[in-house]
Every structure is written in C-alpha cells, then in structure tokens.
C-alpha cells in the first residue's frame, strides 16, 4: 500500500543518483515497504540502519555492535562497494554533531561517483544549513484516498461473519466514511476505524470526523474548524460574495471539464471589524467543504527550527483533506518577522514563509486557501504579488445600505423582527461603524431594554450608537492610509463608494488624544519597507 507520489519521487531520485535523500514521514513502515519494492525493482540491496540495532541487511534483524555508532556506520556505507540503499532510521539528533554533518559532506562526493544512495527517513525535518544543498527533501504524503479505501476495505472483510457488528456499507457509505478519513496516517485511521466499530458497532462518520478533529488538532498547527456561519449571516460586500458564489461548483467534475482551474485562494484586507473572518469561516459552508485553520502565530511558537516541521506537516494534512479551505487568519501576526529585523529567528521566519509562498504558487492540491489581514504595515510584499492568489480584496466600512443590511441580521439572530425597527435610522445614525461595532450597539441596546423590562426598541439601538465612538473616528488617518494603499492593489469587496470618515468635534478629539485612545497614523502612507512591491527578482523574504 505504497503511496505512488513520493514512491515515485524517490525512484527518481535513486535513479538519477541524488546522494542523500531526507524522507519526512511519521510512517515507517509505509516508506519501508516502499523502500523495498524500489530496491527489488532497480535490483539493489538494501540496508537498514538503527541507533539500537546497528546496519544490517534489510531482512535480518541486528547488524554488529560497532555500527550502532553513527561515525562508524558513514565509514561502512562510504567503505561499501555494493550497489545498495542504505536506509538510516531517526538520525537526525546526530546532525548536530559536528564531526557527522563533515563526514556525510565528504559521503555525498563518494556516492556520486558509485550506485549507492544514502536515505534518512525521520519523522521531522532537522537539517543544518552546511547540508542543505545536499540533501534532497521528500515529503512522504499521508495516505491517498485509495490506501485509505483499501485500508477500510481490509477491515470491513476481517469483520465478515462477527455477531452484533454492522460492517456493510453503500458505495456512498464508504465514499464517505473514505474522506472523512483523510488527513490520517495509515496507523491513525485503523484505530479511529477500529473504535467506530467497537463503540458504535459500525463505521460511524461522526465518530471518524470527531477523532480527525482531535488529532489534526493534536498537530497544533491546524485546527478542524466546524463553522456554523452562513454566507446569509455576511452583510454588504455584495462583489465579494458574488466572487464567491460564482465559484460554488468550482471543485466539482463539471468545471474540470468545463475546462476550468480550481481556484487557488484570496487574501482579504481591510479594516478592523468588517468581516473578514466571517466571510472566511461562511466560504466553507457556502462551498461545502471542510474548514481547517492555520494558526500562524503557534506555527511560530515552538521551538525555532520546529517551525519549518510545522509549516511542511499543516501543507501536508491540508493536502491530505483536500478539496478543502485553509483560513490562515490574520496572516501578517506571524510573518512580521520577515521583515523586522530585530527578530532574532528572522531567517527561520523567513525560510519558513518562502515555503508558504512557494506552496502557495506552484500547489496542485484543490486547497483554497483564504487569508485576511488588517495590518498592510506588516505584510510581506512577496506575498502580494500575482501568482500567489486569484484576488485580493479590499473590505471597507460598511456603506449606509450595508450597515441596514446588517443591522437587520443581528437583529434578526437575536430574534427580533427586523421589519418592526427603523433600521434606516438607526444605520444614519451609526455612520463610520464597522459591522463589529453595529453588532456591539445591538447588544449595548438589547442591555438597556432589558435592565428596563421593555422589550428592544429602535431608540435603544440608536442611544447606544450615539454613546460609542467608532474606531473609524479615533483612526481616521489609519484608514485614510489603509484606503490609499489598496486603491491600487486590492479591489473593493464592495461595490458602494467608501464612506466618509466621521470627523470628531475638537474637544472630544482632545479628550481621546488625552486618554491615550488616539491610534496614530504616521507610516501609512509611507512607501517604504512591506508596502513597496520590491520587483520580480526578490522571491527570497529579506530579513
Ligand atoms: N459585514 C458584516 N456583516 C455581519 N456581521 C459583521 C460584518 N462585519 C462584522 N460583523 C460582526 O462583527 C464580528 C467581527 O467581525 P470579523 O471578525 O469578521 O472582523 P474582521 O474583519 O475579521 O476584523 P479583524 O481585522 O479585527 O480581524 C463578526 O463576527 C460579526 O458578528
Ligand atoms: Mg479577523
């Protein structure tokens, strides 16, 4: 049950005599069997090598004592005159000894001249930079959808003729029960599939999806987001949604063969508050596809070093679950270290971006991925050049007609009947809000109606606008910037004329200054740093 991606990779690389491979894969076994069909089929012998067994011919159980040490066993491959693969499981912990990275440097000469390929298969990527160049990458894939249907189906005929268990399944039964398997290694699946069948006596996809959840979630990358929002619960950003809706069947069969590509990704920009996020988590509901997210401020958080394995592990799950949408929400929060140069792990920052961005060009998987954004000061320019995603979109304040459509959904998922409110006052009252704020002043007006035990009336809506001051007041400058920026570089989420800035009477705009509420707007419209498209030729982030 050999994945035909990587295997293939590996071949191919064996073939045209790449020294050193690094397989990344939590699947031992599965690259093991993979190894051994290669070796078979190019006729080479094939060595394993372990930190408690030492090298021994693949078939036999321990090689000699002397091998066990990580020197020796470079010496012995370098030494050996067969045309052979040497596998060496989990090695990397010894590549940050000095004396191994020089030794496999002098190996990768010796292997080029020979038959003899040197494989490291280790569950995370940890390669030092003297050996980058001469390491070649594989990432093992997870498991396609047909060695998980393979899998189950092995399964299901081991269960043939047991009492009290229910293993029968329609071919949409099993289509399903399929991807909601995806995202699992081959070991993971057997056991979430083993304990339907003991809990539920079959396989039960809601008891597959929940242990997906958990284990993906495991990750700490990524999470399986279950979003409950519907494009209905989006007001205004009418040209976005339209985008959107245009591109509803755009996954299935009959686009292929319209001729069509699938669409790649959106970024969405634009000012606190607007729905962003909600328009990112109401596209996989719109679409019927499943919903992970990227956080990618814990992609940073671990260990420097770890990012990268984190960056490559959430590209494969993703992959994996695919035709998916992958939200990487607030991008900026974690790729800010590209730029500043007061971060201390800016390389790494930076490494891992460029395989983000290269992922982000060149991937194939149906994965749409959705980013939003409202800190343009912070966004890599690489990020915004053509080729990375379809569209950017620029969200706005919310026009008058968006702000009643608006209000007349939050009302509305408060149970209230819109058409009982003058919303159209409400919303001229309310200029220069964003939906988040309107939202807020719902529920501020809701508190007063009910400390009062009367039920909600148009007046409390409108009090509570007039009591709050909206973001767009005490950042006029920032927008102004904001606006400036995207005017060449996104297009409007929304097809009304952006709104004009509510201007503050002077003594209120004293008293914010003095409560040190002001956010200050200088730098905006500065040129320089992220917000310059730096040319064609800076692929690499700069640090
Ligand atoms: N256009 C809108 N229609 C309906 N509700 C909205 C809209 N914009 C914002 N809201 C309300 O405000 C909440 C916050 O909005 P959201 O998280 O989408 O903002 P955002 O643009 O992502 O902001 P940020 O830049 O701060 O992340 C939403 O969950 C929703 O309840
Ligand atoms: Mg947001």
């Not at 693949?58 to 990580?70: E, F, I, V």
């Not at 596998?87 to 191994?100: A, T």
């Not at 007609?401 to 006052?425: F, P, T």
């Not at 929304?494 to 008293?511: I, W």
Request: glycine residues 8%.
């Amino acid at each position: 049950m050999a994945n035909a991606g990587a295997t293939r990779e590996i071949e191919i690389l064996v073939r045209a005599r790449y020294p050193i491979l690094y397989v990344v894969s939590w699947e031992e076994s599965r690259v093991e069997s993979a190894l051994i069909e290669i070796a078979n089929s190019r006729r080479k012998r094939l060595y394993m090598w372990t930190a408690t067994s030492g090298l021994y011919l693949q078939g036999a159980r321990t090689g000699d004592n002397d091998s066990r040490q990580p020197l020796v066993v470079l010496d012995r491959i370098m030494q050996s005159q067969e045309q052979a693969l040497f596998v060496l499981k989990d090695f990397h912990p010894y590549l940050g000894d000095d004396q191994v990275v020089r030794k496999l440097r002098d190996l990768v000469y010796a292997l080029k001249l020979t038959l003899k390929t040197l494989i490291l298969v280790s569950p995370i990527l940890e390669l030092p930079p003297e050996l980058e160049k001469e390491v070649t990458v594989v990432d093992y894939e997870l498991p396609s959808y047909g060695d998980l249907g393979a899998l189950l189906d092995r399964i299901r005929s081991s269960m043939e003729g047991k009492q009290g268990v229910d293993a029968e399944l329609t071919p949409e039964e099993r289509d399903r029960v399929i991807r909601a398997s995806q995202g699992l290694t081959l070991m993971e699946a057997e056991n979430v599939l083993a304990r339907s069948l003991v809990e539920a006596r079959r396989f039960d996809v809601d008891i597959i999806v929940s242990e997906k959840r958990q284990i993906i979630r495991k990750s700490q990358v990524l999470d399986y987001y279950h979003a409950s929002e519907e494009v209905g619960s989006v007001g205004g950003l009418d040209v976005l949604k339209d985008w959107l809706a245009k591109r509803t069947h755009a996954f299935g069969d009959r686009a292929r063969q319209f001729g069509l590509p699938e669409p790649k990704g959106l970024l969405l920009l634009g000012v606190q508050g607007c729905g962003k996020s909600l328009t990112a988590k109401s596209v996989a509901n719109l679409w019927r596809l499943p919903l992970l997210r990227l956080d990618v401020g814990r992609i940073f958080a671990g260990l420097v070093g770890k990012s990268e394995e984190n960056m490559r592990k959430a590209i494969r799950i993703a992959e994996s679950v695919a035709p998916c949408v992958l939200w990487v929400d607030e991008i900026e929060k974690g790729l800010s270290g590209t730029e500043s140069s007061g971060a201390s792990d800016a390389g790494t920052t930076a490494r891992v971006f460029g395989t983000f961005l290269t992922w982000l060009q060149e991937k194939t998987a149906p994965v749409f991925v959705i980013a939003t954004a409202n800190d343009i000061s912070q966004l890599p320019p690489e990020l915004l050049r053509k080729g990375r995603f379809d569209d950017i979109f620029f969200v706005d304040l919310p026009t008058l007609d968006e702000r009643v459509e608006i209000l007349r959904i939050h009302l509305s998922m408060r149970g209230r009947d819109a058409s009982l409110y003058d919303v159209q006052r409400i919303a001229e009252g309310c200029a220069g809000f964003s939906g988040a704020e309107i939202e807020q002043a719902v529920v501020a007006g809701m508190y007063d109606a009910f400390d009062r035990e009367e039920e909600l009336a148009t007046e409390d809506i409108l009090r509570a606008c007039e009591e709050s001051i909206p973001l767009s007041a005490t950042a006029s400058g920032r927008i102004a910037g904001l606006r400036a920026w995207a005017r060449l570089r996104a297009r409007r989420a929304s097809s009304g004329d952006p709104v004009e800035l509510p201007q503050l009477p002077d003594e209120l705009t004293d008293l914010i200054r003095l409560a040190g509420m002001w956010v200050e707007d200088e730098g905006m419209l500065d040129d320089g740093g992220a917000t310059s498209d730096c040319g064609p030729s800076d692929e690499a982030p700069h640090d």
